[in-house]
């Protein structure tokens, strides 16, 4: 299994790993590093697809987390084992801080039947349902109460100090499905956390056409919720909102809404050159890079060298491409071998006249 | 003892709640003392408490809790009110649910139970038989019990495949049917039954229409006609093979539904029976359904949007004199 | 023309109406007396159809507005000619302060051919689009959107000084159509009023099994629009409050949410007994009759006197009974005369085989 | 000079605003620079300002709101982003434009576009047919052009129509169709077009699908055979008189959709045809469909699913040898 994806058997490790800095605040610092790493690997990762996606070598489209690595990985790293998680089409880092497994990325991207949907479906809809990773479907807002469901559940079955955790844009937050499954959580009194990263653009939709309030957060009292802000950018401060948010869940309070400002660092998806994004725009400070800023201050404050650093991306990167070749060399699905079957009980599946 | 269709859902939910902790409710207003718009959970949230939950007025989050539910192992039944406002979930039944096990090789055993068909002065928007749009799109089964036996053990089949199903139940039936006692077994999931034998013409149907049809061959045995009566039961999958048997037997078709005319449970049946079974029809078949408008509000209209005894048989003396 | 149905076309009479009692406050007055008679009005004729419901003569289900008639005669009474309304299942008093004829419902109740809406669709359902009054479909939330349409039109036609209100019940709130059509309003800047009432049930489901907030008003400042409350049983504080919501949506500030606490005091249809509701909330500040209060106003304040009021329910009563038996005369429908037509477009209706 | 089937519904979009006041777009990232998903409104927020108008992720209340809009006299034309998110405002468009005729008189002339059909690593949701799905209902017009004529005048048509128009354009057809230049005049709407003439069977399919028969009907014609391929051009109202006219000629019919299998166009097809045209038939009627799962996501896979010339050519052969 390669390193940087070992996932969510690692949650019991991240206690126990040596510290990897000299400081004197090693836990913090370590899951510092640890977030970092997970949005490195994000960067890295989707750097490739998005090459490969230029050489044609991708099946379907591509969609970039970019500038939301920070948001999205401390989304996945404060989940433990038996907890859930619902990702959107940015959240790479925290798929991966998760536990999803890289070769599981690179096979969907490249259409190896041996990928997670066998190339039933594909890329950013992949998901993991039985390790608790929910495959979304395009519509947005549709996966909010699957969570809720999946938490209810739970419950029922007498499972104790879980929780889920599930992501948005600040497009999706104006879906009457989002609303439907933001209340009904609510009143299901279920222990969940959204995370909505507004990046300013829903596509290529400017905020103003989206909604008319100051800040998503002002729907957190209106459902009941407890609601958090962060400069999505800032690591630190994903990492603590992020955290008490799911510790706050975790214990009974009400649901939690944590808005992230950030900008989305590229296009909507590769094919999209974002030249709607005004000039101006990019140089407010939620236009920051996040992995940028990220690694300045780990150089800044000593957590790792320059060599380290470099160390960390060559190792990244060599895990990235070893993945790409083996899904290269894996076969695609054929038609023949399919056994098109929309129902899992054969007797039911209907056959109308051809 | 005489038991109702709409006792016999009540019982099945009731041995299901009971039989399987795997099983809970999920609708509106179908808790406390009140259950249900029309009592089909009536006393089930007394007797088990926690499992039989009242929801907001959120059509799409109820379906979507339940298929959250169903990955995690639960057998979730969500009662909608109508099934016309079922079209506030069409998103997460089809889209969601029904894509759910070719996407990810995970099954999502939901029930939704719609109460659906007309009744008396109900309008457009609590009359609706939606079994036409649902089985059109792949991943689901659709469910149309006729009987107050089928109501019960089709229920109970429902939850226990692991698949979305969708029960069409039909309101009109819920108070008109009754039946001695429930059955001890069950007719085999998705296959159709002949309810009347004949050797002269055969009516396709479902639902409340297959009483419609029983009726008009009753009449039209005093003219010496033998009409055989097939009710689907499920209508996806479509039982092809025995609607294709009856036509062997009488050579003609008539398919009845209470729905819209394009398209649908009619149209599909007689696709199957003409590229099927062409050489089997002596006659061209035909099929009723109801008229191409909303459905009307005031009872004098209703009546006549809808197939009823009178218009099948015209209908089936037409195919019989051809 | 039934007087307690003028309707609309008195928006410039009410100015020159003559002062209905002595007091120094004759344009206050006024207008609570006018409000007051809307309620009573709404109040006889829902007492006398639910009667007709009881005797077997309804066409449909029957579902009364009982304790709601103040704010919803408030919903009626600040509407100008080229205003809109879209009303809801409760809004009898509403519907006729803005103009509805009495006929129009007591036709479509009983079922007359001469109705609004023909046979085709019933009772709560009606609406005179021609005269701005939607005609609501059974989706909760459906005709919010609806009316941001009407507004955006008007304005894209030019006309000016027009404002929209639309109806829900808190049941309402929670699907996703209604949080949709309060969005986009807000993103379209219409002026729009959105009275809320929160009669503590939606059919049987009380409100914890609805919503988790403190009051459903919160969700104001998540849509950006301006938030009010009121004691929906006191006819003086409904009329303040949804009169300053008019006139501040007419003056171009934001959308306007306005949240109305009172107790439905009947079943949610005549076919429900409501034997749900625990007897104590029955004496809640929220659980008084409207009616009742204003009438006890008017006579203590002296607006007018016991014999004045009794002339009032006297007229009144006698209007519906005209108008009851009207209708009662009228034909029904009749299917060989209905021509079947789901488009007004006849060389495109369908002719499936039959 | 040379038009794509996407160009000439942006044209079709440009002179309908520059003459018709009462027209505007309204729909997701159709406005600024950008101009759309799929750039059918590239140009035209800039040409006509306050008028091509982006809207939240909200598919229901777009389409609430071009009713409201309609109802005060507008034209308005909603831009799904994809047919299959408008799954969300399927409410909207059936239970109330659908309805809106028939219960209050007053049409509600509401036009909703909806990119529809496959393309290649699309997926489940973004490459769904659903105009089986809104036919079914009554009080909508549902449109299915397949050249780049008709999806320039038929859009036209479509705005000026009083009723609510769904609009099916083929995101296949987008780019790979092009004509020499718009027509003039408009082929009458409602009316199914006899795209090539023939004797020995009739094709009846509609959208992208008519280019895959006429792919089969030259194919075939190497062997002797003369297919005649008809182009329903609108599925509702669907032209039955010019279909049976066909097959009067040709004694054969194969019905070809890209749609799921149960029910839909196909269904409807031949159920006419067998109802109506029983003798005209002189061998059983067939029909091609995509298969009944989700819309896989791999091209290996997704080439499978649909109807394709191979596929298509196959099934002729069969009718053609009965
Ligand atoms: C219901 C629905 N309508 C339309 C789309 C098409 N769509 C995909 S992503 C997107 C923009 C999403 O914006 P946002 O939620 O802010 O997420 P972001 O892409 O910015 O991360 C749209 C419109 C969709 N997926 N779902
Ligand atoms: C989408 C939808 N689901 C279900 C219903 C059935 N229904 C009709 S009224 C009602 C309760 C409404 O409660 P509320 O909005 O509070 O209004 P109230 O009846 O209390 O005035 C329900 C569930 C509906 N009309 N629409
Ligand atoms: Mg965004
Ligand atoms: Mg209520």
Redesign the interface.
């Known amino acids: 299994m390669l390193q940087a994806a070992a996932g969510k058997g690692k949650s019991t490790t991240k206690k126990t790993a040596p510290a990897r800095s000299t400081s004197s605040k090693p836990k913090v610092h370590d899951r510092y590093l640890e977030a970092f790493r997970w949005m490195l690997l994000s960067r890295i990762l989707e750097e490739k697809l998005a090459s490969l996606y230029r050489g044609g070598m991708i099946?379907?489209?591509v969609y970039l987390g970019k500038g939301q690595e920070a948001v999205s990985a401390a989304c996945g790293m404060f989940l433990q084992k038996g907890d859930v998680f619902g990702p959107l089409i940015r959240d790479q880092a925290g798929r991966s801080a998760f536990g999803e497994p890289l070769i599981d990325v690179v096979r969907t991207y490249l259409?190896s039947v041996k990928g997670?949907?066998?190339?039933?479906?594909?890329?950013i809809?992949r998901?993991?349902?039985?390790e608790n990773q929910?495959?979304m479907?395009?519509?947005?807002g549709?996966?909010?109460?699957?969570?809720?469901?999946?938490?209810?559940?739970?419950r029922?079955?007498g499972e104790k100090g879980f929780v889920g955790l599930t992501t948005l844009g600040e497009?999706?937050m104006?879906?009457?499905?989002?609303?439907?499954?933001l209340?009904?959580a609510?009143?299901?009194?279920v222990p969940l956390v959204v995370v909505v990263t507004n990046n300013h653009w829903?596509?290529?939709?400017p905020n103003?056409?989206?909604?008319?309030?100051?800040n998503?957060v002002?729907?957190?009292?209106?459902?009941?919720y407890e609601g958090h802000t962060i400069d999505g950018t800032d690591l630190n401060a994903c990492l603590e909102v992020v955290e008490t948010a799911v510790k706050r869940a975790r214990a009974g309070r009400?649901p939690q809404l944590v808005v992230a400002e950030v900008l989305r660092l590229a296009g909507h998806g590769e094919h999209d050159d974002a030249?709607?994004v005004p000039p101006e725009m990019k140089s407010q400070p939620f236009a920051q890079d996040p992995v940028a800023r990220t690694e300045k201050f780990i150089l800044e404050n000593g957590l790792l060298d320059a060599n380290a650093l470099q160390q960390m991306r060559a190792e990244i990167s060599r895990q990235v491409d070893e993945a790409v070749s083996m899904a290269q060399q894996e076969d695609?699905?054929?038609?023949r071998e399919?056994d098109?079957?929309?129902?899992?009980?054969s007797?039911?599946?209907?056959?109308?006249?051809? | 003892m005489s038991v109702t269709y709409l006792e016999a859902i009540r019982e099945a939910q009731t041995q299901l709640l009971r039989d399987d902790e795997r099983v809970f409710i999920y609708g509106q207003d179908i808790a406390g003392k009140f259950g249900g718009a029309f009592k089909a959970t009536k006393g089930l949230a007394e007797k088990f408490p926690g499992r039989v939950l009242n929801t907001p007025i959120s059509e799409d989050a109820m379906v979507g809790t339940a298929i959250g539910a169903a990955l995690e192992g639960m057998r979730p039944i969500v009662e909608m009110q109508f099934a016309d406002f079922s079209s506030i979930a069409l998103n997460q039944i089809l889209n969601n649910a029904g894509t759910h096990f070719f996407r990810t090789n995970v099954p999502v055993p939901i029930t939704v139970r719609l109460p659906s068909g007309g009744t008396k002065g109900s309008g457009p928007f609590h009359s609706q038989s939606m079994e036409g749009l649902y089985s059109h799109y792949p991943g689901v089964v659709v469910m149309t019990p006729a009987t107050v036996e089928d109501a019960y053990t089709m229920l109970i089949d429902a939850v226990a495949i692991d698949d979305p199903v969708i029960y069409c139940e039909h309101k009109y039936l819920y108070y008109h049917l009754k039946a001695d006692a429930l059955p001890k077994e069950s007719f085999p999931v998705g296959k159709a039954r002949i309810v009347r034998p004949g050797r002269d013409l055969t009516i396709v149907t479902y639902s409340a229409m297959v009483h419609e049809a029983l009726a008009v061959a009753n009449e039209l045995r005093n003219d010496g006609f033998e009409i055989e009566v097939v009710d689907l039961r499920t209508v996806k999958p479509l039982d092809t093979a025995t609607v294709l048997a009856s036509v062997a037997r009488t050579g003609r078709l008539l398919a009845v539904g209470e729905a819209f005319p394009w398209g649908g449970v009619t149209a599909e049946v007689i696709a199957r029976v003409a590229t099927e079974g062409f050489h089997l029809l002596d006659a061209a078949p035909a099929r009723i359904n109801a008229k191409d408008t909303p459905i009307p509000y005031h009872p004098n209209l209703w009546s006549e949007h809808r197939p009823n005894r009178k218009s099948i048989a015209v209908k089936a003396r037409q195919i019989l004199a051809e």
């Open positions: 099946v379907g489209g259409g997670p949907m066998r190339g039933r479906d594909g890329n809809h998901g993991r349902p039985q929910l495959a479907i395009s519509h947005l549709a996966m909010i109460p699957v969570m809720v469901g999946k938490l209810m559940a739970k029922m079955k497009g999706g104006q879906t009457g499905a989002s609303h439907e499954g209340n009904i609510a009143v299901e009194q829903a596509y290529s939709t103003e056409r989206e909604f008319a309030c100051a998503l002002d729907r957190a009292i209106g459902y009941g009400p030249s709607y695609a699905p054929h038609a399919e098109w079957r929309g129902l899992s009980t007797p039911l599946i209907d056959n109308p006249s051809a």
